[in-house]
């Protein structure tokens, strides 16, 4: 996301959220940090993302952030990581913030038909966001 013209990092997204928020220590790797709001616990998992990126939730365990560029119509991919979001789709109240737009954010709906969810911003029950500001709207 951009915050004025300034591209924010992961880092400066962890020390904002600590400013505005009450922060707990994660309780598990699953997890960036927990931020309390009101009484509720939301877990956060904080995303390096920008335009170079396709995200991809090949399931609702299994993430796919695949690197890469716009070719025509296509994009390429040069190399990609899975997530295993096991532990972290066990948590409640669970917010992922993308620090910036991925070229695409796609889900599949089984094995040979996939969607394009990048202007959706629950996934699974996961609240997908781009400024830390609307955690809990």
């Known amino acids: ?67 890469g560029r716009i070719s025509g119509i296509r994009f390429k991919g040069s190399s990609s990581a899975l997530l295993d979001v096991r532990n972290f789709m066990s948590k409640e109240n669970r917010v992922v913030i993308l620090t910036n737009k991925p070229y695409k954010i796609l889900m599949y709906l089984n094995e040979s038909e996939i969607v394009d969810v990048s202007t959706k911003s629950v996934i699974h029950g996961t609240k997908f966001i781009y400024d830390f500001r609307n955690i809990n709207c």
Not at 9 to 22: A, Q
């Open 1 to 67: 996301m951009d915050y004025g013209g300034v591209s924010i990092n992961k880092r400066e997204i962890i020390k904002s959220l600590k400013k505005e928020f009450s922060v707990l220590k994660r309780s598990d790797a699953s997890h960036d940090l927990i931020v309390v709001i009101d009484d509720i616990k939301y877990y956060i998992k904080i995303m390096n993302t920008n335009s170079n990126i396709q995200f991809t939730l090949n399931s609702r365990y299994v993430w796919q952030l695949k690197k």
